[in-house]
């Protein structure tokens, strides 16, 4: 089964400031898309940037952007200027492309992203 | 076009009791997942459903807990018997397509707290 791994559980960064989240994978398949998700204290899960592995290009939403390391299963999500309302749980998730899979998406166990005024 | 609906917010429920949540997926979704999300953990995936059909169901334990997709009407996640080892929020998530379809959309999931 497909692990992620997020060894950061909490980060603070200062506002206006960039701050890096990391997150690492262990799969076998070389085909399978990456998301960066965002629960705020509401609980609701809003996609941040998501990634797909065939495509070398890193992904980039706004002030959010990630940097992909395929071959060392990597994908660090960098939030810039950062701002108040950022504040939150940051998942790292990966999702299978193969067709015969099902789909569902494995989490990391998150990041806690505090920002400092 | 209203998001992924799940009701209740919050249940409350005493040991041995049942708990039902429900998920109406988008507008033109056919497909379900539900999740879980322990206290200071990450969502864990449970089970994923078609209209009337389970896909896959391995990650959900084996006993009190089933999950169905009616032609008609929400899905229910149903919880028999809880325990307070259940308590957890649980997350409802649905896309128009499977695999070939890369993203999900969640819901904003329902509180389980078991007394």
């Known amino acids: 089964a497909q692990t992620v791994t997020q060894s950061q559980p909490e980060m603070s960064v200062q506002e206006a400031e960039t701050v890096t989240l990391s997150c690492t994978y262990d799969t076998s398949e070389s085909d399978y898309y990456l998301f960066w998700y965002k629960q705020p204290p509401s609980r609701q899960m809003i996609l941040v940037i998501r990634?797909?592995?065939?495509?070398?290009q890193n992904a980039t939403e706004n002030r959010f952007s990630v940097n992909f390391q395929k071959a060392a299963k990597s994908f660090s999500l960098k939030i810039s200027d950062s701002q108040l309302g950022d504040a939150a749980m940051y998942f790292c998730?990966?999702?299978?492309?193969?067709?015969?899979?099902?789909?569902?998406?494995?989490f990391g166990t998150g990041t806690s992203l505090t920002v400092i005024p | 076009n209203a998001g992924v609906m799940q009701n209740p917010r919050h249940l409350v429920r005493r040991r041995g009791q049942e708990a039902r949540l429900r998920c109406s997926p988008m507008?033109?979704?056919?497909?379900v997942y539900w999740y879980r999300q322990l206290p200071e953990e990450g969502l864990k995936f449970m089970v994923y459903?078609?209209?009337?059909?389970?896909?896959?169901e391995s990650g959900m334990p084996k006993e009190r807990f089933s999950a169905e997709f009616p032609k008609e009407g929400p899905s229910i996640l149903r919880i028999q018997q809880v325990v307070r080892g259940d308590s957890a929020a649980y997350f409802c998530?649905?896309?128009?397509?499977?695999?070939?379809?890369?993203?999900?959309?969640f819901g904003p999931g329902t509180r389980l707290t078991v007394l």
């Open positions: 507008k033109g979704h056919s497909h």
């Open positions: 990634q797909e592995a065939y495509k070398q």
């Open positions: 459903l078609q209209k009337e059909n389970i896909i896959d």
């Open positions: 998530a649905s896309s128009p397509q499977g695999v070939s379809f890369n993203e999900q959309f």
């Open positions: 998730a990966y999702r299978s492309a193969r067709p015969r899979s099902r789909g569902q998406f494995y």
